[in-house]
Protein backbone atom coordinates (compact mmCIF):
# COMPACT_ATOMS: atom_id res chain seq x y z
CA UNK A 1 0.00 0.00 0.00
CA UNK A 2 1.60 3.17 -0.92
CA UNK A 3 2.50 5.92 1.67
CA UNK A 4 -0.34 8.89 2.09
CA UNK A 5 1.81 11.93 1.65
CA UNK A 6 2.30 14.24 4.84
CA UNK A 7 -1.05 16.24 6.05
CA UNK A 8 0.89 19.01 7.66
CA UNK A 9 1.39 22.32 6.02
CA UNK A 10 -0.78 22.36 2.86
CA UNK A 11 -3.66 22.18 5.72
CA UNK A 12 -3.98 25.49 5.23
CA UNK A 13 -5.73 24.97 1.43
CA UNK A 14 -8.63 23.50 3.62
CA UNK A 15 -11.50 25.51 2.71
CA UNK A 16 -9.83 28.04 0.18
CA UNK A 17 -10.11 28.91 -3.26
CA UNK A 18 -8.11 28.91 -5.96
CA UNK A 19 -9.05 31.78 -8.69
CA UNK A 20 -5.58 32.75 -9.09
CA UNK A 21 -1.56 31.47 -8.54
CA UNK A 22 -0.49 34.03 -6.58
CA UNK A 23 -2.72 32.41 -3.64
CA UNK A 24 -0.76 29.79 -3.71
CA UNK A 25 2.80 29.65 -1.87
CA UNK A 26 5.84 27.78 -3.13
CA UNK A 27 5.48 25.30 -0.12
CA UNK A 28 1.48 24.51 -1.01
CA UNK A 29 2.49 23.91 -4.37
CA UNK A 30 4.92 21.68 -3.23
CA UNK A 31 2.63 19.84 -0.96
CA UNK A 32 -0.08 19.61 -3.47
CA UNK A 33 2.61 18.52 -6.19
CA UNK A 34 3.66 15.75 -3.77
CA UNK A 35 0.12 14.54 -3.49
CA UNK A 36 -0.70 14.97 -6.99
CA UNK A 37 2.48 12.79 -7.73
CA UNK A 38 0.52 10.05 -4.90
CA UNK A 39 -2.08 10.11 -6.77
CA UNK A 40 -1.09 9.78 -10.00
CA UNK A 41 0.74 6.42 -8.84
CA UNK A 42 -2.14 5.17 -7.35
CA UNK A 43 -5.51 6.42 -6.99
CA UNK A 44 -6.45 3.47 -4.61
CA UNK A 45 -5.60 4.79 -1.37
CA UNK A 46 -7.90 7.84 -1.84
CA UNK A 47 -10.98 5.75 -3.44
CA UNK A 48 -12.93 6.76 -0.79
CA UNK A 49 -11.54 10.22 0.12
CA UNK A 50 -14.44 12.52 -1.23
CA UNK A 51 -16.96 10.10 -0.10
CA UNK A 52 -20.27 12.10 0.48
CA UNK A 53 -19.22 15.69 -1.44
CA UNK A 54 -20.48 16.92 -4.32
CA UNK A 55 -19.11 19.32 -6.87
CA UNK A 56 -20.84 21.60 -9.24
CA UNK A 57 -19.26 22.84 -12.42
CA UNK A 58 -20.76 25.71 -14.04
CA UNK A 59 -19.19 26.43 -17.43
CA UNK A 60 -19.74 29.20 -19.25
CA UNK A 61 -17.39 28.05 -22.79
CA UNK A 62 -16.59 24.74 -24.20
CA UNK A 63 -14.04 22.69 -22.88
CA UNK A 64 -12.43 18.88 -23.49
CA UNK A 65 -9.81 18.46 -20.42
CA UNK A 66 -11.00 20.91 -17.53
CA UNK A 67 -14.15 19.47 -17.89
CA UNK A 68 -13.63 15.54 -18.04
CA UNK A 69 -10.98 15.86 -15.53
CA UNK A 70 -12.99 17.38 -13.41
CA UNK A 71 -15.59 14.94 -13.90
CA UNK A 72 -13.04 11.65 -13.66
CA UNK A 73 -11.11 12.82 -11.56
CA UNK A 74 -13.68 13.62 -8.19
CA UNK A 75 -15.49 9.93 -9.92
CA UNK A 76 -12.40 8.38 -8.77
CA UNK A 77 -12.33 9.15 -5.17
CA UNK A 78 -16.31 8.90 -4.63
CA UNK A 79 -17.34 12.74 -4.65
CA UNK A 80 -20.43 13.27 -7.25
CA UNK A 81 -19.99 15.95 -9.75
CA UNK A 82 -22.65 17.64 -11.55
CA UNK A 83 -22.52 19.65 -14.71
CA UNK A 84 -24.16 22.68 -15.23
CA UNK A 85 -24.14 24.43 -19.19
CA UNK A 86 -23.80 28.07 -18.97
CA UNK A 87 -22.97 28.70 -22.55
CA UNK A 88 -26.30 30.03 -23.42
CA UNK A 89 -27.02 31.79 -20.41
CA UNK A 90 -24.18 33.44 -18.68
CA UNK A 91 -23.82 32.65 -14.07
CA UNK A 92 -25.48 35.99 -13.10
CA UNK A 93 -28.13 36.11 -15.60
CA UNK A 94 -31.00 34.48 -14.20
CA UNK A 95 -30.19 35.78 -10.63
CA UNK A 96 -27.40 37.63 -8.92
CA UNK A 97 -24.16 36.08 -8.95
CA UNK A 98 -24.65 36.66 -4.81
CA UNK A 99 -27.49 34.72 -4.79
CA UNK A 100 -25.97 31.99 -6.82
CA UNK A 101 -23.51 31.54 -4.20
CA UNK A 102 -25.42 31.79 -1.56
CA UNK A 103 -28.00 28.82 -2.80
CA UNK A 104 -25.01 26.49 -4.15
CA UNK A 105 -23.27 26.35 -0.82
CA UNK A 106 -26.26 24.87 0.85
CA UNK A 107 -25.96 21.76 -1.01
CA UNK A 108 -22.52 21.49 -2.48
CA UNK A 109 -19.20 20.80 -1.34
CA UNK A 110 -17.03 22.85 -3.71
CA UNK A 111 -17.62 25.00 -6.98
CA UNK A 112 -15.98 24.63 -10.32
CA UNK A 113 -16.60 27.23 -12.55
CA UNK A 114 -14.98 28.64 -16.08
CA UNK A 115 -16.03 32.23 -16.80
CA UNK A 116 -15.08 35.04 -18.97
CA UNK A 117 -15.08 37.31 -15.87
CA UNK A 118 -12.90 37.25 -13.24
CA UNK A 119 -15.21 39.57 -11.42
CA UNK A 120 -18.00 36.63 -11.61
CA UNK A 121 -15.27 34.16 -9.78
CA UNK A 122 -14.19 37.12 -6.62
CA UNK A 123 -18.33 37.23 -6.65
CA UNK A 124 -18.86 34.02 -5.76
CA UNK A 125 -16.22 33.00 -3.46
CA UNK A 126 -16.90 36.38 -1.58
CA UNK A 127 -20.55 34.58 -1.50
CA UNK A 128 -20.35 31.24 -0.45
CA UNK A 129 -18.04 29.31 2.15
CA UNK A 130 -16.99 26.40 0.13
CA UNK A 131 -14.14 26.55 -2.14
CA UNK A 132 -14.95 28.67 -5.67
CA UNK A 133 -12.29 26.80 -8.42
CA UNK A 134 -11.10 28.64 -11.67
CA UNK A 135 -11.57 26.07 -14.08
CA UNK A 136 -10.28 29.90 -16.91
CA UNK A 137 -11.66 33.06 -16.85
CA UNK A 138 -10.57 35.55 -19.76
CA UNK A 139 -7.68 36.63 -16.89
CA UNK A 140 -6.43 33.32 -15.42
CA UNK A 141 -6.07 29.20 -15.87
CA UNK A 142 -4.73 28.94 -12.77
CA UNK A 143 -5.17 25.00 -13.16
CA UNK A 144 -3.48 24.83 -15.94
CA UNK A 145 -0.10 26.03 -14.98
CA UNK A 146 -0.10 24.10 -11.80
CA UNK A 147 -0.77 21.01 -14.36
CA UNK A 148 2.03 22.67 -16.39
CA UNK A 149 4.62 22.86 -13.38
CA UNK A 150 3.39 19.50 -12.41
CA UNK A 151 5.08 18.25 -15.75
CA UNK A 152 7.72 19.58 -16.02
CA UNK A 153 9.24 18.92 -12.33
CA UNK A 154 8.06 15.28 -12.96
CA UNK A 155 10.29 15.96 -16.43
CA UNK A 156 13.00 17.83 -14.63
CA UNK A 157 13.17 15.33 -11.12
CA UNK A 158 13.19 12.18 -13.39
CA UNK A 159 13.88 9.08 -10.94
CA UNK A 160 14.43 11.44 -8.10
CA UNK A 161 10.40 12.46 -7.98
CA UNK A 162 8.61 16.08 -8.15
CA UNK A 163 10.50 17.44 -5.21
CA UNK A 164 13.81 17.30 -6.97
CA UNK A 165 12.32 18.18 -10.07
CA UNK A 166 10.99 21.31 -8.21
CA UNK A 167 14.51 22.51 -7.57
CA UNK A 168 14.96 22.26 -10.37
CA UNK A 169 12.88 24.59 -11.74
CA UNK A 170 14.51 27.53 -10.07
CA UNK A 171 16.22 28.86 -12.82
CA UNK A 172 14.69 26.92 -15.61
CA UNK A 173 14.23 28.71 -18.83
CA UNK A 174 10.36 29.17 -20.01
CA UNK A 175 9.68 31.18 -23.01
CA UNK A 176 6.05 31.68 -23.81
CA UNK A 177 5.62 32.89 -27.26
CA UNK A 178 2.19 34.24 -28.21
CA UNK A 179 -1.32 35.90 -26.48
CA UNK A 180 -0.57 37.55 -22.97
CA UNK A 181 -3.19 36.29 -21.89
CA UNK A 182 -5.08 33.56 -19.18
CA UNK A 183 -2.60 31.07 -19.84
CA UNK A 184 0.42 32.98 -20.11
CA UNK A 185 -0.64 35.41 -16.73
CA UNK A 186 -1.09 32.30 -14.78
CA UNK A 187 2.51 30.92 -15.94
CA UNK A 188 3.82 33.82 -15.12
CA UNK A 189 2.43 33.60 -10.94
CA UNK A 190 3.81 30.23 -11.15
CA UNK A 191 7.29 31.24 -12.42
CA UNK A 192 7.16 34.16 -9.85
CA UNK A 193 6.28 31.65 -6.82
CA UNK A 194 8.70 28.91 -8.21
CA UNK A 195 11.99 30.85 -9.08
CA UNK A 196 11.50 30.20 -13.06
CA UNK A 197 13.11 32.72 -15.36
CA UNK A 198 10.10 33.33 -17.69
CA UNK A 199 9.89 34.98 -20.57
CA UNK A 200 7.05 36.59 -22.31
CA UNK A 201 7.28 36.72 -26.38
CA UNK A 202 4.22 38.07 -28.26
CA UNK A 203 3.32 41.07 -30.42
CA UNK A 204 3.00 44.54 -29.40
CA UNK A 205 -0.53 44.90 -27.87
CA UNK A 206 -0.98 41.46 -26.89
CA UNK A 207 1.56 41.57 -23.74
CA UNK A 208 -0.20 40.55 -20.23
CA UNK A 209 -1.65 43.06 -18.14
CA UNK A 210 0.73 45.39 -16.53
CA UNK A 211 -1.04 45.13 -13.21
CA UNK A 212 -0.38 41.06 -13.42
CA UNK A 213 3.68 41.63 -14.98
CA UNK A 214 3.63 43.97 -11.69
CA UNK A 215 2.32 41.51 -9.46
CA UNK A 216 4.68 38.71 -10.90
CA UNK A 217 7.32 40.49 -10.85
CA UNK A 218 6.66 41.42 -6.72
CA UNK A 219 6.39 37.98 -6.09
CA UNK A 220 9.64 36.71 -7.57
CA UNK A 221 11.73 38.51 -5.38
CA UNK A 222 11.60 35.87 -2.98
CA UNK A 223 11.97 32.81 -5.45
CA UNK A 224 14.93 34.39 -7.87
CA UNK A 225 12.65 34.13 -10.71
CA UNK A 226 12.21 36.34 -14.10
CA UNK A 227 9.65 37.96 -15.97
CA UNK A 228 10.61 39.33 -19.28
CA UNK A 229 8.49 40.78 -22.01
CA UNK A 230 9.63 40.83 -25.29
CA UNK A 231 8.17 41.51 -28.63
CA UNK A 232 11.30 39.12 -30.69
CA UNK A 233 11.00 36.14 -31.55
CA UNK A 234 14.26 35.79 -31.44
CA UNK A 235 14.08 36.13 -27.57
CA UNK A 236 13.23 32.39 -27.66
CA UNK A 237 17.48 31.84 -27.74
CA UNK A 238 18.21 29.25 -24.65
CA UNK A 239 14.71 28.83 -23.77
CA UNK A 240 14.79 25.11 -22.28
CA UNK A 241 10.66 25.07 -22.67
CA UNK A 242 8.86 26.53 -25.54
CA UNK A 243 5.03 27.20 -24.93
CA UNK A 244 2.53 28.47 -26.57
CA UNK A 245 -1.40 28.95 -26.73
CA UNK A 246 -4.12 29.43 -29.79
CA UNK A 247 -3.50 33.36 -30.91
CA UNK A 248 -8.17 33.42 -30.98
CA UNK A 249 -9.21 32.69 -27.72
CA UNK A 250 -13.22 31.66 -26.33
CA UNK A 251 -14.52 35.02 -26.58
CA UNK A 252 -12.13 36.34 -29.15
CA UNK A 253 -13.40 34.96 -32.29
CA UNK A 254 -14.45 38.21 -33.56
CA UNK A 255 -11.01 39.30 -34.14
CA UNK A 256 -9.66 36.18 -35.84
CA UNK A 257 -8.32 37.95 -39.03
CA UNK A 258 -6.66 40.70 -37.54
CA UNK A 259 -5.05 38.10 -34.53
CA UNK A 260 -4.07 35.84 -37.47
CA UNK A 261 -1.68 38.41 -38.82
CA UNK A 262 -0.66 40.06 -35.85
CA UNK A 263 0.75 36.87 -34.45
CA UNK A 264 2.09 35.38 -38.22
CA UNK A 265 5.57 35.86 -36.71
CA UNK A 266 5.10 34.05 -33.67
CA UNK A 267 4.51 30.50 -35.02
CA UNK A 268 6.01 27.64 -32.74
CA UNK A 269 8.00 25.98 -35.94
CA UNK A 270 11.43 23.74 -36.16
CA UNK A 271 13.37 27.09 -37.15
CA UNK A 272 12.14 28.97 -34.15
CA UNK A 273 12.99 25.12 -31.91
CA UNK A 274 16.35 25.35 -33.48
CA UNK A 275 16.84 28.73 -32.34
CA UNK A 276 16.12 28.14 -28.90
CA UNK A 277 17.87 24.79 -28.68
CA UNK A 278 21.28 26.62 -30.48
CA UNK A 279 20.83 29.39 -27.65
CA UNK A 280 20.72 26.66 -24.79
CA UNK A 281 24.25 25.77 -26.16
CA UNK A 282 24.32 22.19 -27.09
CA UNK A 283 21.95 21.47 -24.66
CA UNK A 284 19.14 19.25 -24.75
CA UNK A 285 16.46 19.82 -27.05
CA UNK A 286 13.77 22.44 -25.31
CA UNK A 287 10.34 20.85 -24.39
CA UNK A 288 6.99 21.99 -26.27
CA UNK A 289 4.35 22.67 -24.22
CA UNK A 290 0.66 23.80 -25.38
CA UNK A 291 -2.04 23.91 -23.01
CA UNK A 292 -4.51 22.60 -26.07
CA UNK A 293 -6.73 22.97 -27.81
CA UNK A 294 -4.28 23.42 -30.16
CA UNK A 295 -4.52 24.91 -34.02
CA UNK A 296 -1.95 22.80 -36.07
CA UNK A 297 -0.38 25.20 -38.82
CA UNK A 298 -1.14 28.04 -36.65
CA UNK A 299 0.57 28.99 -33.38
CA UNK A 300 1.94 25.72 -33.97
CA UNK A 301 3.67 23.21 -36.85
CA UNK A 302 2.40 19.72 -36.60
CA UNK A 303 6.24 18.53 -36.70
CA UNK A 304 6.65 20.43 -33.93
CA UNK A 305 3.92 19.09 -31.53
CA UNK A 306 4.08 15.80 -32.91
CA UNK A 307 7.76 15.71 -31.98
CA UNK A 308 9.56 13.88 -29.36
CA UNK A 309 10.34 17.09 -27.29
CA UNK A 310 6.49 17.36 -27.19
CA UNK A 311 4.77 16.90 -23.65
CA UNK A 312 1.22 18.23 -24.21
CA UNK A 313 -0.45 15.44 -23.71
CA UNK A 314 1.86 14.64 -20.78
CA UNK A 315 0.47 18.21 -19.13
CA UNK A 316 -3.25 17.10 -19.97
CA UNK A 317 -2.68 14.30 -18.37
CA UNK A 318 -1.56 15.72 -15.22
CA UNK A 319 -4.21 18.06 -15.47
CA UNK A 320 -6.62 15.59 -13.91
CA UNK A 321 -3.85 13.88 -11.20
CA UNK A 322 -3.61 18.37 -9.86
CA UNK A 323 -6.78 18.71 -9.41
CA UNK A 324 -7.30 15.87 -7.44
CA UNK A 325 -4.60 17.18 -5.40
CA UNK A 326 -6.13 20.14 -5.50
CA UNK A 327 -9.53 19.06 -4.21
CA UNK A 328 -8.19 16.80 -1.61
CA UNK A 329 -6.57 19.26 0.23
CA UNK A 330 -9.56 22.12 0.10
CA UNK A 331 -12.19 19.36 0.89
CA UNK A 332 -9.85 17.78 3.66
CA UNK A 333 -9.79 14.52 1.82
CA UNK A 334 -5.94 14.31 3.03
N1 LIG B 1 -6.43 23.31 -21.57
C1 LIG B 1 -7.77 23.37 -21.35
O1 LIG B 1 -8.24 24.03 -20.40
O2 LIG B 1 -8.50 22.65 -22.22
P1 LIG B 1 -10.09 22.70 -22.35
O3 LIG B 1 -10.45 24.06 -22.85
O4 LIG B 1 -10.43 21.60 -23.33
O5 LIG B 1 -10.70 22.46 -21.01
N1 LIG C 1 -6.28 30.93 -24.06
C1 LIG C 1 -7.18 29.85 -24.35
C2 LIG C 1 -6.95 28.72 -23.41
C3 LIG C 1 -7.80 27.49 -23.66
C4 LIG C 1 -7.54 26.43 -22.66
C5 LIG C 1 -8.61 30.35 -24.28
O1 LIG C 1 -8.91 31.13 -23.37
O2 LIG C 1 -9.41 29.99 -25.14
Known amino acids: MPTMPPTTSPASLKNADLLTLASLDAAQIEELFITAAATKRDIAPYRRALD???????????????????????????????????????????????????????????????????????????????????????????????????????KLGAKQGVKAGLARLRGFRLAYIGDGNNVCASLMHGAAKLGVQFTVICPKGYQPEPAVIEEARAMAGASGGTITISHDPGAIKGAQAVYTDTWVSMGDEAEK???????????????????ATNGASGGPAPFF???????????????????PSSIVYDQAENRMHVQNALLLHMLGGV
Not at 60 to 68: A, G, H, I
Not at 265 to 274: A, G, H, S, T, W
Request: hydrophobic residues 45%.
Open 257 to 275: VKRMSAFAKFRVDEKLMDL
Open 289 to 307: MHCLPAHRGAEVTDAVIDS
Open 52 to 154: GKTIILLFEKPSLRTRVTFEVGPGKMGAKTIFFDHSKERVGARESVKDYGRNLERWVDCIVARVFSQDVLEELAANCAVPVINALSDSFHPCQALADYFTLAE
